[in-house]
T-cell receptor
Framework: AQKVTQAQTEISVVEKEDVTLDCVYE???????LFWYKQPPSGELVFLIR??????QNEISGRYSWNFQKSTSSFNFTITASQVVDSAVYFC??????????????FGAGTRLFVKA | KAGVTQTPRYLIKTRGQQVTLSCSPI?????VSWYQQTPGQGLQFLFE???????NKGNFPGRFSGRQFSNSRSEMNVSTLELGDSALYLC????????????FGEGSRLTVL
């Protein structure tokens, strides 16, 4: 069975602080994809990043960086020098083969990030 | 390029009624997934359709059903509504059946009284 755990329910930081959002996953599949999505107050989830299970290279995109470690089944997300606009709910997701073809994506419970000015 | 469109955006129903929600995926996307989002349960997978066939299904009762049309548009239906069905229902479309990257609509917020 697949499972995604985001143990941090809410995080509050002051602007310009760095913040790391944790994600731990469980799967028996050898081929799978990991994602992070952002849900701002407006409600629409926005895709941030995708990693496949064979690529453990960390990735940096501007102030965002992701650390994928298969050994610990973790896919953590760090925001450097946080800004008020980063305030949102962040979801980690795991996509693996579905029972009838294609992929099935499940989400963690989300981490609500508050960035105070 | 138009995004994923969901209608209606908001609706109020009473217990026992049924509701149909509609989703138009991004042009060219053939996979449509539905999720239920509630404060207590987070994002729960309902089902996924590809080429008019339901390929994957979550752990929801049979009151929740869906379908996909030949133009990839999808509908989901909830019959005999219960108070606990109050939620934001999100539709997501996918460009590729292999990667699972999802593009979400703004959702349909259902309130059951």
């Amino acid at each position: 069975a697949q499972k995604v755990t985001q143990a941090q329910t809410e995080i509050s930081v002051v602007e310009k602080e760095d913040v790391t959002l944790d994600c731990v996953y469980e799967t028996r599949d050898t081929t799978y994809y990991l994602f992070w999505y952002k849900q701002p107050p407006s409600g629409e989830l926005v895709f941030l990043i995708r990693r496949n299970s064979f690529d453990e290279q960390n990735e940096i995109s501007g102030r965002y960086s992701w650390n994928f470690q298969k050994s610990t089944s973790s896919f953590n997300f760090t925001i450097t020098a946080s800004q008020v606009v980063d305030s949102a709910v962040y979801f980690c997701a795991l996509s693996g083969p579905g029972g009838s073809g294609g992929f099935k994506t499940i989400f963690g419970a989300g981490t609500r990030l508050f960035v105070k000015a | 390029k138009a995004g994923v469109t969901q209608t209606p955006r908001y609706l109020i129903k009473t217990r026992g009624q049924q509701v149909t929600l509609s989703c138009s995926p991004i042009s060219g996307h053939r996979s449509v997934s539905w999720y239920q989002q509630t404060p207590g349960q987070g994002l729960q997978f309902l089902f996924e359709y590809f080429s008019e066939t339901q390929r994957n299904k979550g752990n929801f009762p049979g009151r929740f059903s869906g379908r996909q049309f030949s133009n990839s548009r999808s509908e989901m239906n909830v019959s005999t509504l219960e108070l606990g069905d109050s939620a934001l229902y999100l539709c997501a479309s996918s460009r590729s059946e292999d990667t699972g990257e999802l593009f979400f609509g703004e959702g349909s917020r259902l309130t059951v009284l």
